[in-house]
């Protein structure tokens, strides 16, 4: 593999690998000095044709700190303002020498086009997917992934950590690519996922099983091949408890999904809340609740986490709707949230997938 678009299709070990190479970056960030040569002489153009802050900086430090000349590109102020294409702009940082680009957009499949390009030019340039439109964002699951990890087993985090634990995924499902990748990437855990939503910020499949629910469907085990791999999901509304899923044992090698329009089912016994922002701005009116009443049935509050684990812990990518999806009380409270952490561990998940894919390791990460 020389580019992360998705994580569809990433294999176990190689969640490992860069869960274990994001600890050693840990540990160098945890040094004095925290930069090591490592990418010296290789370039980092960090593409953003979208808005972002959390992963152009950490993007841009992660480079940073492994020596790596680091390249900045906002549409609004480059000459695609002048017509330029995207295609044409990948191709003009390419001739400045760019061994990485780093693209966020907010049409799905830019990254894999501005990929197939360097493919068919024939050049080595990794292209990391850094979030585009509703379909997936892989550097933020790694993150979240590493954030959980670490707080199990800091000295060796690994997949396997989160087999058997419940996650609830809350909120606008439909429009996020930080849950489509979470998804891939906690179901090949083992861990149980839970999402919650109301049925119009579910894509259309999940929301259909939920239907089929309330007109009073008894066994909602349902199995569907994914389009792009031959791995299934278990998808179930209904699990007869968390820790004995509904899911026939024959398909215990499968990823297990369960699906829940009320936030009660998914919080129940949760490890692990991770909620998504409401993407405004992606919704049309009729999407968009009102705010107050989301709050309400799908906030997150310390009073909600009442039915968690006792020890549970809070998730969200940022940036936050304060007082919409997770209260602000919760949100600033390091008793249960993670929300800072996983703002770091930003930093050494990507010097990882920099390291990784710039190293001309790339066994490290399996073709
Ligand atoms: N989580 C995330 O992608 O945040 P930014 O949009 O600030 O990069």
Redesign the pocket.
């Known amino acids: 593999r020389h580019h992360v678009l998705s994580l569809a299709d990433f294999t176990a070990a190689e969640y490992d690998t860069v869960l274990q190479t994001a600890a050693s970056f840990q540990e160098v960030l945890s040094r004095r000095t925290k930069k090591v040569p490592t990418l010296q002489g290789h370039v980092v153009a960090n593409l953003f044709f979208e808005?972002?802050?959390?992963?152009?900086s950490s993007f841009e430090l992660a480079a940073k700190r492994l020596s790596a000349d680091i390249l900045n590109f906002a549409a609004a102020t480059s000459s695609m303002t002048k017509g330029e294409t995207i295609l044409d702009t990948a191709k003009t940082y390419l001739a400045m020498g760019t061994d990485i680009m780093v693209i966020r957009h907010k049409e799905a499949g830019v990254p894999n086009a501005i990929a197939a390009e360097m493919d068919r030019l024939g050049v080595r340039v990794s292209v990391l997917n850094a979030?585009d439109g509703q379909h997936e964002?892989p550097s933020?699951a790694l993150l979240d992934l590493f954030t959980i990890c670490t707080l199990i087993d800091p000295a060796h985090p690994r997949l396997e950590l989160l087999k058997g634990k419940k996650i609830a995924i809350v909120g606008d499902i439909l429009h996020s690519r930080?849950a489509r990748s979470n998804i891939w990437s906690l179901t090949a855990s083992g861990a149980q996922v839970h999402l919650a939503a109301p049925p119009t910020l579910l894509p259309k499949l999940f929301a259909q099983y939920i239907f089929e629910e309330s007109e009073g469907a008894q066994d909602l085990t349902k199995v569907q091949k994914s389009e792009n791999t031959n791995q299934e999901f278990i998808i179930s509304s209904s699990p007869s408890s968390p820790s004995s899923p509904s899911s026939p044992t024959s398909h215990s090698q499968n990823r297990q999904l369960f699906l829940h329009w009320h936030l009660e089912p998914a919080l129940q016994d949760a490890d692990f809340v991770m909620t998504l922002r409401l993407q405004k701005e992606r919704m049309t009116a009729h999407l968009l609740p009102s705010l107050r009443e989301y709050h309400h049935m799908f906030g997150i509050t310390r009073t909600k986490l009442q039915l968690c684990k006792p020890n549970v812990k809070v998730l969200h990518?940022?940036?936050v709707n304060r007082g919409v999806e997770i209260s602000s009380e919760l949100m600033d409270d390091p008793e249960f949230s993670l929300i800072q952490s996983q703002v770091t561990s930003g930093v050494a998940v990507r010097m990882a997938l920099l390291y990784l894919l710039g190293s001309g390791k790339t066994s490290a990460i399996q073709n």
């Open positions: 808005p972002s802050t959390r992963t152009r979030g964002h933020q930080v990518p940022g940036p």
